[in-house]
């Protein structure tokens, strides 16, 4: 069982940073892909961004490369992303998950545990 807390969520204005945290609770963390997807305002969810249980292998959605970054510490159980220069089209609840094993999916049907959400508001 991993249960996922996310914080760091709020406003912030188009060209802004926010840093997201994702708690995990497990004793398999350390070994398990982890992600971040989001759903915008009456759109359905989306892959963000995905990284490898070591941290070697990362993967984002095209919208988000060269802007966020996804990275973990294994030995605080946490995965971050880093969000820089955000725009509105960026707002949306955003969600980490986690995948048991040594995959790394980009499809939320693949992961087998979910947070709560955290809300990120990008005002123009």
């Known amino acids: 069982q991993v249960q996922l807390v996310e914080s760091g969520g709020g406003l912030v204005q188009a060209g802004g940073s926010l840093r997201l945290s994702c708690a995990a609770s497990g004793r398999t963390f350390s070994s398990s892909g982890m992600g971040w997807f989001r759903q915008p305002p009456g759109k359905e969810r989306e892959f963000v961004a995905a990284i490898s249980w070591s941290g070697g292998l990362t993967y984002y959605l095209d919208s988000v490369k060269g802007r966020f970054t996804i990275s973990r510490d294994n030995g605080k159980n946490t995965v971050y992303l880093q969000m820089n220069s955000l725009k509105p089209e960026d707002t949306a609840v955003y969600y980490c998950?986690?995948?048991?094993?040594?995959?790394?999916?980009?499809?939320?049907?693949?992961?087998?545990?979910w947070g709560q959400g955290t809300q990120v508001t990008v005002s123009s």
């Open positions: 998950a986690a995948a048991a094993g040594l995959r790394v999916p980009k499809r939320g049907y693949e992961y087998d545990y």
